[in-house]
């Protein structure tokens, strides 16, 4: 089970930190993925961070504000976001995903987490 926690209301410009956090699943045996899903849009994949290397890949549209990390001894990724818009706004899931490359990005995900909302309003 991935569960996601440090979602919230957060004014334009802010910062946010989400943690993923493996319960049951070792993390370090997987990459893991960030996606998000805004309402009335379809989800998209952001961020994801390779299992060993560390290897991340971003979206345009979220490329230079955001940073994925993992901390395998805690069995947690996080994804720090600064600079946050108004069209941040989005439920935020963490999943794991069988690849995720600087270039190709996301590969076939397997579990998922519930989500933490995200809010950005003034």
């Known amino acids: 089970q991935l569960v996601e926690s440090g979602g919230g209301l957060v004014q334009p410009e802010g910062s946010l930190t989400l943690t993923c956090a493996g319960e049951g699943p070792v993390l370090d045996d997987y990459a893991i993925a960030w996606f998000r899903q805004a309402p009335g849009k379809e989800r998209e994949g952001i961020s994801c961070?390779?299992?060993?290397?560390?290897?991340?890949y971003y979206a345009d549209s979220v490329k230079g504000r955001l940073t994925i990390s993992r901390d395998n001894a805690k069995n947690r990724v996080y994804l720090q976001m600064r600079s946050l818009k108004l069209e941040d706004t989005a439920v935020y899931y963490c999943a794991t995903t069988r690849r995720c490359t600087r270039v190709g990005g996301i590969g076939q995900t397997d579990f998922w987490g519930q989500g933490t909302q995200v809010t950005v309003s003034s």
């Open positions: 961070i390779s299992s060993r290397d560390g290897t991340a």
